[in-house]
């Protein structure tokens, strides 16, 4: 059975909720290799967007685009 998927628009407005909020994000690199991390959305642009992580010894931003959110490549958590 084909699963009901979700349109980019979907996950364009489940990212821009999530904006200024503390997540957890866990990316699919390939060969059984995961990465996982918390940190907060930092900011929301048309084509992607950036995780901070919470970490001081992680060095930057992460940026990810919404394609990647609608492949499963990288699925966010919403932290309370």
């Known amino acids: 059975m084909i699963k009901p998927t979700k349109n980019i628009q979907d996950v364009k407005q489940m990212v821009k909720a999530y904006d200024n909020r503390r997540v957890a994000v866990r990316v699919n690199m ?19 967007f950036t995780v901070r992580p919470d970490k001081p010894d992680f060095l930057g931003k992460t940026a990810y685009s919404y394609a990647d959110v609608l492949c499963g490549a990288v699925t966010l958590k919403l932290l309370s």
């Open 30 to 48: 390939g060969r059984n290799k995961t990465m996982q991390f918390c940190g907060a959305v930092s900011g929301v642009y048309p084509a992607l």
